[in-house]
């Protein structure tokens, strides 16, 4: 399975970004599936290539599709967060291309390779064929957890709710985002590894542990973007 977004801080490198990745999995003879980039800036570019390959290329998966897709893959390869993320859940390894995911904890089942066909053919190869390094796929751990999170950030939710005065208002402010990463302040002293969370996915937790949505929005500061919502019993 391959997935390639653009690296919106290398946007005049993105056209030569994918075709490495393209070749590589061409030449290695290897049956594919493509799944299109999504909507950052400089995604034309990797769309006007992949449809030049003979790679099946799909638009969009559900959900659900997704996950039986990653159950069966013998590997995923390219920049996504699904690869540093959810992968490890699956036992299946990610050949992790490029800087898109820089400073993102990494699971033992992630190679790291710069955008050069070489390298990337031969992580596919350790991916598929090195016994020793499959064995560590299947066993490791992922350091995101277990795929569980959601339910219990709505278990949480719901216990605020319970402690929540009948006329009161919760507050709630997250880091606002995808996925995580590692954030360096100087009043930290040490890098600090947090969590980001969209929009409408810290909402429809909040609707499940039966809260009214009130106002929610993204406050832009220069280090980070701030989740702000308001919310009450309904």
């Not at 950030?153 to 709630?172: A, D, P, Q």
Request: negative net charge; charged residues 30%.
């Amino acid at each position: 399975l391959i997935i390639q977004h653009t690296v919106t801080t290398e946007i005049e490198d993105v056209p030569e970004q994918i075709k490495p990745t393209l070749e590589a999995v061409k030449e290695l003879g290897l049956p594919a599936v493509l799944l299109y980039p999504n909507n950052d800036a400089g995604t034309e570019a990797i769309i006007k290539e992949i449809e030049k390959t003979s790679i099946k290329c799909l638009r969009t998966f559900s959900i659900e599709e997704y996950g039986n897709i990653l159950r069966y893959v013998s590997v995923l390869v390219g920049n996504s967060s699904s690869g540093i993320h959810e992968t490890a859940m699956f036992g299946v390894p990610t050949v992790n291309i490029g800087d898109r995911q820089k400073g993102r904890l990494r699971p033992k089942n992630v190679i790291d390779v710069e955008n050069d066909k070489e390298q990337i053919q031969q992580a596919i190869k350790t991916a598929l064929y090195d016994k020793e390094f499959i064995d560590v796929v299947k066993k490791c751990e992922n350091p995101y957890g277990d795929g569980k999170s959601a339910e219990r950030i709505v278990k949480v939710l719901k216990e605020f709710n319970r402690i929540l005065n009948s006329n009161g208002i919760l507050y709630l402010a997250v880091k606002e985002g995808e996925g995580g990463g590692e954030i360096l302040k100087p009043e930290y002293g040490e890098p600090r590894y947090c969590y980001f969370y969209k929009k409408e996915e810290m909402e429809k937790y909040l609707d499940e542990a039966g809260f009214k949505i009130l106002s929610s929005e993204v406050n832009k500061t220069k280090e980070t973007n701030w989740l702000e919502i308001f919310a009450e019993k309904k």
